[in-house]
Antibody, heavy 119, light 108 residues
Framework: QVQLQESGPGLVKPSETLSLTCTVSGGSIRDYYWTWIRQPPGKGLEWIGYIYYSGNSNYNPSLKSRVTISVDTSKNQFSLKVSSATAADTAVYYC?????????????WGQGTLVTVSS | DIQMTQSPSTLSPSVGDRVTITCRASQSISSWLAWYQQRPGKAPKLLIYKASSLESGVPSRFSGSGSGTEFTLTISSLQPDDFATYYCQQYSSYSPLTFGGGTKVEIK
């Protein structure tokens, strides 16, 4: 059974870089596309971007200038960095796997981690 | 961006009721649509992909239909476990992938 687990600081200061890692267990990171999604408190879902094990990636244009997603196949992990963080980046951040049957849908999700941007 | 609009934003049915949620896309997305269920404090769960294909392990009371710009998620007989928020998501365009605003199904 595939499991995803987000990790990283729960508090980030404004203007600093938000950094999270997603560890994949129960399967190889090489077999699928992997994505980051966030959800501000009480609001809806926003797709941030995806990555493939080869390093091929695609980002939401609204965040592209501040976002980097990378992959470490040796650790079965992928990571997210959001630079110049502001209060608007406060959200629960989820990592997820793109479905094998329909690549744009997400069939496995991490439990989510709340990141608060505040001084 | 392809905008996804869900209606209604809130529903208050009773257990056993048939529930229908609508999702409209701002342009044609063929059948590239997924539905998710999110319970409070939990990650979303995939219910339906490609508009009408039931994800493995999802109860058969959930069904999806539609193509082009108009889609529906139907729960044939609402169970207590089904009180949650439901989101649609298009994947016709990856620039960017977008979600609807959500429909909260709350206890009457």
């Amino acid at each position: 059974q595939v499991q995803l687990q987000e990790s990283g600081p729960g508090l980030v200061k404004p203007s600093e870089t938000l950094s999270l890692t997603c560890t994949v267990s129960g399967g190889s990171i090489r077999d699928y596309y992997w994505t980051w999604i966030r959800q501000p408190p009480g609001k809806g879902l926003e797709w941030i971007g995806y990555i493939y094990y080869s390093g091929n990636s695609n980002y939401n244009p609204s965040l592209k200038s501040r976002v980097t997603i990378s992959v470490d196949t040796s650790k079965n992990q992928f990571s997210l960095k959001v630079s110049s963080a502001t209060a608007a980046d406060t959200a629960v951040y989820y990592c997820a796997r793109h479905s094998a049957y329909s690549q744009g849908a997400f069939d496995y999700w991490g439990q989510g981690t709340l990141v608060t941007v505040s001084s | 961006d392809i905008q996804m609009t869900q209606s209604p934003s809130t529903l208050s049915p009773s257990v056993g009721d048939r529930v229908t949620i609508t999702c409209r896309a701002s342009q044609s997305i063929s059948s590239w649509l997924a539905w998710y269920q999110q319970r409070p404090g939990k990650a979303p769960k995939l219910l339906i992909y490609k508009a009408s294909s039931l994800e493995s392990g999802v109860p058969s009371r959930f069904s999806g239909s539609g193509s082009g710009t108009e889609f529906t998620l139907t729960i044939s007989s609402l169970q207590p476990d089904d009180f949650a928020t439901y989101y649609c998501q298009q994947y016709s365009s990856y620039s960017p992938l977008t979600f609807g605003g959500g429909t909260k199904v709350e206890i009457k």
